[in-house]
């Protein structure tokens, strides 16, 4: 039975093998953000931002993959969506140069390098 269901989780460590399912609720997560709020796309921005910062934390933490390419690719990609995501709230306004963008941009990249420096801790 292990064997055939490898493709699912031969890919993590083995004290992760979980970590497909938390992928796929990660999915799920964000198909249930855009249809309960899709009037309204700021806080649709706003929780898919939280929904990332939980899976970009968790996954610099734990470094599910067995090849450390893998997490690292995972990890870049987080921070790509992320970024695309806080670069689409600003600039998809009218009133982007609203001061309270700029402080939501800084707060990013302080989380974000926390997170690096969280993720440097890791053996």
Same mark, same amino acid.
């Given at each position: 039975?292990? *064997?055939? +269901? !490898?493709? =699912?989780?031969?890919?993590?460590?083995?004290?992760?093998?979980?970590?497909?399912?938390?992928?796929?609720?990660?999915?799920?997560?964000?198909?249930? %953000?855009?249809?309960? &709020?899709?009037?309204? /796309?700021? %806080?649709?921005?706003?929780?898919?931002? &939280?929904?990332?910062?939980?899976?970009?934390? *968790?996954?610099? !933490?734990? $470094? /599910?993959?067995? !090849? *450390?390419?893998?997490?690292?690719?995972?990890?870049?990609?987080?921070?790509?969506?992320?970024?695309? =995501?806080?670069?689409? =709230?600003?600039?998809?306004? /009218?009133?982007?140069?609203? /001061?309270?963008?700029? $402080?939501?941009?800084?707060?990013?990249?302080?989380? +974000?390098?926390?997170?690096?420096?969280?993720?440097?801790?890791?053996?």
């Amino acid at each position: 039975m292990l *064997k055939r +269901y !490898k493709f =699912i989780y031969g890919r993590f460590r083995s004290r992760y093998q979980y970590w497909a399912s938390t992928l796929l609720f990660r999915r799920v997560q964000f198909a249930i %953000i855009l249809v309960l &709020f899709s009037s309204y /796309p700021r %806080i649709q921005a706003g929780l898919a931002l &939280f929904v990332l910062a939980l899976q970009m934390s *968790k996954q610099a !933490k734990c $470094e /599910p993959f067995l !090849k *450390k390419s893998l997490n690292d690719l995972e990890f870049s990609c987080l921070v790509c969506l992320a970024f695309q =995501i806080v670069f689409g =709230i600003v600039f998809s306004t /009218p009133d982007w140069r609203h /001061p309270i963008y700029a $402080e939501v941009g800084l707060l990013f990249l302080l989380w +974000y390098n926390m997170t690096l420096a969280g993720a440097g801790t890791n053996t």
